[in-house]
Structure formats: structure tokens, C-alpha cells
């Protein structure tokens, strides 16, 4: 689990966030590898709001489920810059097993949406008030946000032979499974549910990558599902 976070991070930093340094700046820099400028956190319009108390379903969401990404929400919109320094050093302790992993990303990955969401409906108060966030830099959002939704349902109706729709159906069946078993279970039943899906899900993307391999085969490099695959990956 430990070996998977690190690697993960090596992509995140090296890649990700190395490409919004250089094409705009970064949208989020997680709090155990952050150093703020205390003139920006004490902008009125950024303290004032950070420390409002939510009230409302998305507020919960958005405040309080990632703190770190939500206060670089805020410098962005007062037009302040988040950079990327690959020469900084930084350490932190990582979940080591699966129920602390699991209950780290329900909680990153809706404020990571919340957030994002957050910025490109205000992209254009956003655009004219910070200088280093362009219409190209939106529409990479933009992008990225659609494929975080989109990502493996090409590939999945591929490896089966199914037809696109039926791979969203039956991708369908176990997120509403766990939806109800989040509505009606206490949280040790929700994490048994996790567990037993992550393992389904590996499974079948083994299955998948083994359908794209024979596909990239059969197509060449040059095919359309080909170079989707190559590019996003």
C-alpha cells in the first residue's frame, strides 16, 4: 500500500503538477508538502472564507473534506499562484492499510470534484483577476475532468465486446450496490463493501488491460482506441 502511494506521488508531482506549474499553476498542493506565504493566507477574502463554518450538504463537501485543496481554491480565486518545486524535500506518513486508504480518498476524491467544479464555473472572474490561469489552462481542466469520469469505459466495453452503453450499465450495478450499502450500513460494513468491489474491479481490469493489449495487436498503434490508450495513459 505504502509502495503504491509512493508511486503515485512520483506521477502526481512529475507529471501532474509539473505540467500545471509550466502551463498555469497548481490547482492543489497537498498540505504535508505545502509551504504558504503568510501575507496570502491572511487575505481577508482567504482567511475569512476558510474558517466559515459549513452549513450546507456542498459546503461539507467542499470545506471540510479537503482542507488542503480548498484553501488553494481560495488563493487562486484572489489571484494568488501555487507552484511546483522539484527541489524541495518532504516527508510524510502514509495509510499503510486498506480501511485508512479508503476513508483518505472518500474523502479526497469529492472535495477534488467539489473544487474543480468550483473553478470552472467561475473560470471567467477567475481568468481576470489571476494572470496565470488562462482559457487554454480551463479547457485542460476541462479535459482532465471528463476523462477522470470517462477514463476506462472505452476500454471495458472493448475487452468484453460490449457495446458502449451496456458497459455503463453494467459499470452501473455495483456503484449503486455500494451507494445503498453507504445509505443503510454502519462504516465497518461499508469498508467490507470497498474491499470486495476493489478486488472485482482489479480483477476485471486485469481482464481489460489484456483486452486493449490484444486489441493495440490486432488494430496496430496507429488506431484510434490505440492512441486514446497511449495518451491518456
Known amino acids: 500500500m505504502a509502495w503504491y502511494q509512493m508511486f503515485e506521488y512520483a506521477v502526481g508531482h512529475w507529471l501532474q503538477k509539473a505540467t500545471e506549474h509550466v502551463i498555469g499553476c497548481v490547482l492543489c ?19 475569512a472564507k476558510y474558517t466559515t463554518v459549513s452549513e450546507e450538504a456542498r459546503h461539507y463537501v467542499q470545506y471540510d473534506q479537503g482542507e488542503d485543496r480548498w484553501l488553494c481554491t481560495l488563493l487562486l480565486q484572489r ?17 499503510e492499510g ?23 464555473t467561475d473560470y471567467e472572474h477567475i481568468i481576470k483577476i489571476n494572470d496565470n490561469i488562462s482559457r487554454p489552462y480551463i479547457l485542460y481542466q476541462v479535459v482532465l475532468m471528463i476523462a477522470l469520469l470517462l477514463d476506462q469505459e472505452p476500454y471495458s466495453s472493448s475487452a468484453f465486446k460490449l457495446d458502449q452503453w451496456t458497459s455503463f450499465f453494467w459499470n452501473l450495478i455495483p456503484i449503486l450496490i ?15 463493501f470497498a474491499g470486495v468491489l476493489s478486488g472485482l474491479y482489479g480483477l476485471i481490469m486485469m481482464a481489460v488491460l489484456i483486452g486493449i493489449m490484444m486489441q493495440i495487436k ?12 497511449s495518451v491518456s495513459h
Open 29 to 47: 498542493s497537498p498540505g504535508c508538502f505545502s509551504l504558504f506565504r503568510a501575507k496570502a493566507l491572511m487575505d481577508d477574502n482567504v482567511m
Open 218 to 229: 490486432d488494430d496496430g498503434w496507429l488506431a484510434p482506441s490505440s492512441l486514446f490508450f
Open 98 to 120: 486498506f480501511n485508512e486508504f479508503y476513508n483518505q480518498r472518500r474523502r479526497w476524491m469529492p472535495s477534488t470534484t467539489a473544487n474543480i467544479m468550483d473553478l470552472l
Open 178 to 192: 455500494f451507494v445503498i450499502a453507504c445509505a443503510t450500513s454502519k462504516s465497518d460494513t461499508q469498508l467490507f
Open 79 to 95: 489571484g494568488y499562484r501555487v507552484e511546483y518545486s522539484a527541489a524541495s524535500d518532504a516527508y510524510t506518513h502514509c495509510p
